[in-house]
């Protein structure tokens, strides 16, 4: 199977493009389980196994405004500061670039985010819905001009009209911003949307030096399925997560890019290492992965809030009163 577009040469495989980056966002999404409340222990673990395992950037966590997250009952990593982020990762003498994520209206970027020359991190990924685009492309201007590479997550695209994504790509094409993200949020795309919206995003992308991303969610088991898909439509930005760990379902495996992609600098071992030593542990105080109502929330394109809830209710196991209650 070749790779026909732009950022690859004929005859590529596309399980081996060189130009294809893998960011782990476990500590950042997945600290949507737990309020973001990990030990420093299995923060160390994630960042050894990135490290060895030769990803290419690591997601400590948000950059959320401490007024709208209490530290007395958010984690460390809700907030990534610069004292606790270097406690984990000292001055990061590795090849692992690090990241944190703003979400538009959650961020004090203007005095949260440090000069890029006072930070341990190198991204900043602004993630926002659709009509908080013009405050998204003013705190990428701003991390931009900070000397971060920046990232631009749109949310819940498959509740937006193409006309819509369209227009804001158009004008999200001609700022600072280096990658342009496909965000599945529900967890509801399949694979030929997954492929329709990467080609799109490609559309926009073309001939700016801009790369398209990929972050996909497993409310109907396609999270790596749609992973795999925009690889071949194009997108060189792959987010994953180890054992699949994040908010509801969870994301696209870790483990299961890897051996996926068959670029030799990435290695396997160490992550199947950090599942047995780090997170099968955590999985007997926290639960996350495909559930059954998750799967509803996808199939009905809905945020997963919903099931969250049901999940943590006395009736969690009664998945045909959470079908009727959400048909209702």
């Known amino acids: 199977m070749t790779q026909e577009h732009e950022s690859t040469t004929p ?4 399980t081996y493009r060189p130009g294809i980056k893998v960011l782990d966002c476990t500590v950042r999404d997945g600290g949507l389980v737990n309020e973001h409340q990990f030990t420093d222990e299995f923060v160390k673990g994630v960042y050894a196994a990135c490290v060895a395992a030769g990803v290419d950037y690591m997601e400590l966590g948000y950059k959320g405004a401490k007024r709208l997250y209490s530290p007395t009952v958010h984690g460390k990593w809700k907030h990534c500061t610069e004292d606790d982020m270097r406690a984990i990762v000292g001055e990061n003498p590795t090849s692992l670039k690090l990241s944190a994520m703003a979400d538009a209206d959650r961020c004090d970027y203007k005095t949260d985010i440090l000069p890029k020359k006072d930070s341990v991190i190198d991204l900043i990924r602004v993630a926002c819905y659709i009509h908080q685009l013009p405050l998204a492309m003013d705190m990428i201007k701003d991390a931009t001009d900070k000397g971060y590479e920046t990232t631009l997550n749109i949310m819940a695209l498959s509740t937006v009209q193409e006309a819509e994504i369209r227009t804001a790509l158009a004008e999200v094409a001609k700022g600072p911003v280096n990658v342009l993200y496909v965000v599945d949020s529900y967890g509801s795309l399949y694979t030929e949307q997954v492929d329709a919206y990467t080609k799109l995003f490609l559309e926009y992308t073309a001939g700016t030096g801009k790369h398209v991303g990929m972050h996909a969610h497993n409310n109907q088991q396609l999270a790596y399925a749609n992973t795999i898909q925009s690889i071949i439509a194009g997108a060189n930005w792959l987010d994953a997560t180890i054992n699949g760990l994040g908010r509801g379902a969870g994301n696209c495996q870790m483990e299961l890019l890897l051996g996926f992609l068959k670029n030799p600098k990435f290695k396997l071992r160490p992550i199947l290492e950090a599942i047995r030593d780090h997170f099968v542990p955590l999985s007997k105080q926290i639960e996350w992965g ?39």
């Open 11 to 14: 005859g590529e495989w596309v």
């Open 290 to 328: 495909y559930n059954l109502p998750y799967m509803v929330t996808g199939l009905l394109n809905q945020h997963p809030r919903e099931a969250i809830e049901w999940l943590d209710g006395p009736k969690r196991d009664d998945f045909v009163a959470f079908y009727d209650y959400m048909m209702e």
